[in-house]
């Protein structure tokens, strides 16, 4: 017996897929084949059982599926079977495989290419995969329409085809998701681009309506292709001075912002409207700080409340309130951004130091209270900066003085 089952040889004719759609029926593969001696007469009629397996090479290698069915059919040699409905195939088939028939314990030879079926020769291509299960992949991967999933703005009505478009809506595919450039995503509405994202940036063509709008460490928002101010800084003091310095000129002709640093700036809290404020004890003071803001800017510009404090006399010129900007903490290249005179802040009133120094609140107007005015600055920086708050008075720190607060600092 073992002799005569040497001496078979086998044709495959044909193999198919006869799997359904369905992906709860398993897929299975019907074949044909004969079964004759080595001198070309075809085997005996009768029922053999036939062992099949799967390989990704003509000879040699493991199988990759193996099934044995029991008492197949012979007839004049020939056979058929459905591989698949004993042992599951649950293999990819996105690869060659050859098929190696054993009758008895001897593996005929040579093994049969598996070729496709008549309806199957329209998936050819150079890296089409077409599994069982998972994943389908094809060389142009497309949408109905003919958009292809490749970069590029979609053209009038997706002439260039391009993109992931949108069918349906009378033919409206030219609005979808498109690649315009590298690291660029756009969103196009009827071939005019709406959305653009790049990396740290979007911009919009049109009007944006939202209830919220959160933006990360230095980025900025742009409409008619100029970018807004953002706000790089609130100083409103709550915990302290934040950072604010002070430098002190002993020879008293108010150059105290090329001394070192003195420390940090004592604060006080002038109450309800008014919050907290940076004040210095003694009119020779200088206020500064330095500020670094992330991403880039152009512009750079200082709002503040600037307090005034004691009898302000209209009359003298001489004393000034000022806020300034400089390269560094010794008043290099300082200049002066903001300035108001006596005769700009004063209310002419004899006022009450102590009053407004150890308030609790703040109130105006009345005849007898000290007062803010709301100053701003704007200049052109794109590196590190600092800012200068001060006072030039040529009279004691009980008759006049200043503090600053809520300070914000915006750039562009």
């Known amino acids: 017996m073992r002799k005569l089952l040497r001496s078979f040889y086998c044709l495959l004719l044909v193999a198919a897929f006869a799997g359904q759609a369905n992906a709860q029926i398993d897929p299975t ?4 084949g004969i079964l004759k001696r080595s001198n070309g007469v075809a085997v005996e009629d009768g029922a053999y059982n036939i062992t099949f397996k799967l390989y990704t090479a003509q000879a040699g290698g493991t199988a990759l599926w193996t099934e044995t069915q029991p008492g197949v059919e012979v ?28 009758v008895g314990s001897t593996e005929l030879t040579p093994r049969i290419l598996l070729t496709s079926a008549p309806y199957a020769l329209s998936l050819i291509g150079q890296t089409n995969k077409f599994p069982s299960s998972g994943l389908v992949q094809a060389d142009s991967i497309k949408v109905t329409g003919g958009v292809l ?6 053209g009038a009505n997706g002439a260039s085809k391009n993109g992931y478009a949108f069918s349906g809506n009378s033919g409206d595919n030219d609005s979808g998701v498109f690649s315009t450039g590298a690291g660029e995503v756009s969103l196009y509405s009827n071939n ?3 959305l653009e994202v790049t990396p740290g940036n979007v911009a919009v063509n049109g009007t944006v309506t939202t209830n919220q709008l959160s933006l990360p460490t230095g ?4 409409y008619n292709g100029l970018n807004d101010w953002r706000l790089v800084s609130e100083d409103y003091l709550e915990a302290g001075a934040d950072g604010w310095q002070f430098s002190m000129d002993d020879s008293g002709d108010r150059g105290a912002w090329k001394n070192p640093v003195s420390g940090t700036c004592p604060t006080a809290d002038f109450g309800d409207f008014a919050g907290k404020v940076l004040r210095p004890a003694d009119n020779d003071y200088i206020i500064k700080k330095q500020f670094s803001p992330a991403g880039s800017y152009n512009y750079v510009k200082v709002v503040f409340k600037y307090f005034v404090i004691g009898n302000w006399d209209p009359n003298d010129l001489s004393s000034a309130a000022f806020a300034a900007f400089a390269n560094d903490a010794t008043g290099g290249n300082i200049r002066v951004g903001w300035k108001a005179y006596s005769n700009e802040v004063s209310q002419n009133w004899l006022l009450d130091y102590d009053l ?12 007898n209270s000290d007062h803010w005015i709301t100053g701003e600055m704007v200049g052109k920086r794109s590196t590190p900066f600092w800012v200068y708050f001060g006072y030039a008075n040529n009279e004691g720190e009980s008759d006049e003085h200043f503090a600053v607060g809520m300070i914000e600092v915006w750039v562009k």
């Open 29 to 32: 593969l019907s074949i044909q």
């Open 75 to 102: 007839s004049s040699g020939i056979y058929s079977a459905t591989l698949g409905i004993i042992t599951p195939l649950n293999i990819p088939f996105n690869q060659l495989y050859y098929l190696g028939v054993t």
């Open 149 to 154: 999933a490749r970069g590029g703005a979609p």
């Open 192 to 194: 005019s681009e709406v």
């Open 219 to 222: 980025g900025s928002v742009a």
């Open 356 to 367: 407004f120094r150890n308030a609790s609140s703040f109130v105006l107007p009345t005849s």
